[in-house]
C-alpha cells in the first residue's frame, strides 16, 4: 500500500497544510473502496482536498470497463488530457457488442494501441460480440511493444487473421501467468509458417 505521500509524489501533488496524515487518509479512501457503490463517495473524496485525490483516482481508476466506444473515446480523451491516470489502472475489461461496431471502428474492436498506453495494467479481459480484423490493426499487434506487467490474458469471441497475430500478440506479455481463449478463430491457418519462423518459435511465458 502506498502512502499519501508516496501517491502525491508519483502523481506531482505537493501537500501543504493538511489537516490529517497521508496514512489515516489513506486508510479512509480504502475503507470507501472497500464498500458497495463507492463510486459516487471516491469522487467526492477525490475533489476533497489535493492529498485525497492520488488516492481517490487510484481506486476509481483501478478496474476500467469499456462497453462503447464511446467509453472508449471518453477512456482516450482522459488519458490525452492527464497521461498520469494511466498509471492507475491495473484492471482493464471490454466487452463491446456488436451494435456498437460500424466500419470504420474495426480497426479498434482489440485495443492494441490502448494497452501500449498502460504501463502498469496487470489483467485484460476482452470479449466481442463481433471481430473482424483490418490490416491496420495487423500492424499494431506487430509494433506492439514488451508489456512487463501484464499476468492474466483472457479472450472471449475474437477472429484474427493468422494464428502468427495471437502469437506476436501474447510473446508482447512476458510476465504472463493466466490465459484463457474461449472460441477464437483464426482466418488463414498460417501453421506452417509459425513452424518455419523462429519468431514464433518462442515458447509463451506461462507457468
Not at 499519501?4 to 479512501?29: K, N, Q
Not at 483516482?57 to 492527464?82: G, M, S
Not at 471490454?94 to 460500424?102: D, K, Q, R
Amino acid at each position: 500500500m502506498l502512502s499519501g505521500t508516496s501517491f502525491a509524489a508519483e502523481f506531482g501533488c505537493h501537500l501543504s497544510g493538511a489537516a490529517l496524515p497521508g496514512e489515516l487518509s489513506d486508510r479512509i479512501i480504502d475503507f470507501v473502496a472497500s464498500g458497495t457503490d463507492h463510486s459516487i463517495t471516491l469522487r467526492c473524496c477525490a475533489l476533497t482536498c489535493k492529498m485525497w485525490l492520488p488516492r481517490s483516482r487510484f481506486h476509481l481508476f483501478h478496474t476500467v470497463e469499456i462497453k462503447t466506444f464511446l467509453h472508449y473515446d471518453r477512456l482516450d480523451a482522459i488519458l490525452c488530457h492527464n497521461p498520469k491516470i494511466a498509471y492507475c489502472i491495473r484492471n482493464l475489461n471490454l466487452e463491446i457488442g456488436a451494435a456498437s461496431v460500424t466500419f470504420s471502428n474495426h480497426g479498434r474492436i482489440l485495443p492494441v494501441e490502448l494497452l501500449a498506453r498502460l504501463p502498469l495494467v496487470q489483467s485484460v479481459k476482452y470479449y466481442s460480440a463481433l471481430t473482424f480484423q483490418t490490416p491496420s490493426l495487423r500492424t499494431q499487434i506487430a509494433n506492439l511493444p514488451r508489456i512487463d506487467t501484464v499476468i492474466s490474458f483472457s479472450i472471449n469471441v475474437c477472429v484474427l487473421q493468422r494464428l502468427s497475430d495471437m502469437i506476436m500478440l501474447l510473446s508482447s506479455f512476458v510476465s504472463l501467468r493466466s490465459l484463457q481463449l474461449h472460441e477464437v478463430f483464426f482466418l488463414d491457418r498460417d501453421y506452417t509458417l509459425c513452424l518455419a519462423d523462429a519468431r514464433y518459435c518462442r515458447p509463451l511465458p506461462l507457468t
